[in-house]
């Protein structure tokens, strides 16, 4: 089970920190990444990180702004977003996969596990 937390409403420019928390399992070796989805548009990934390696994919519309990464020690995947734009608004869901690992372009259908989301507004 994936639980998301963190999200809010922020001005343009602030910033959020989301935060994943895998219960019941560990994602030893696999992609965790986060998705996110607008009204009236398509669910997008925006950025994936390799539990194992450590290794991160960003998509090109968050490049420089957003952070991923990982505590093993909690179990957790965390999104930091910077300079926020109300074009991220959307709500933004965890996602996950065991074994193999994170590959470009993102794709919705490489990921089985998927949290409740978080919704993120900026204005």
């Known amino acids: 089970q994936l639980v998301e937390s963190g999200g809010g409403s922020v001005q343009a420019g602030g910033s959020l920190r989301l935060s994943c928390e895998a219960s019941?399992?560990?994602?030893?070796?696999?992609?965790m990444a986060w998705f996110r989805q607008a009204p009236g548009k398509e669910r997008e990934g925006v950025a994936a990180?390799?539990?194992?390696?450590?290794?991160?994919y960003y998509a090109d519309s968050v490049k420089g702004r957003f952070t991923i990464s990982k505590d093993n020690a909690k179990n957790t995947v965390y999104l930091q977003m910077n300079s926020l734009e109300p074009e991220d608004t959307a709500m933004y869901y965890c996602?996950?996969?065991?074994?193999?690992?994170?590959?470009?372009?993102?794709?919705?259908?490489?990921?089985?596990?998927w949290g409740q989301g978080t919704q993120v507004t900026v204005s």
């Open positions: 996602v996950a996969e065991e074994g193999g690992g994170c590959y470009l372009p993102f794709r919705a259908s490489d990921f089985s596990v």
């Open positions: 019941g399992y560990t994602f030893s070796s696999g992609c």
């Open positions: 990180i390799y539990t194992r390696g450590g290794s991160t």
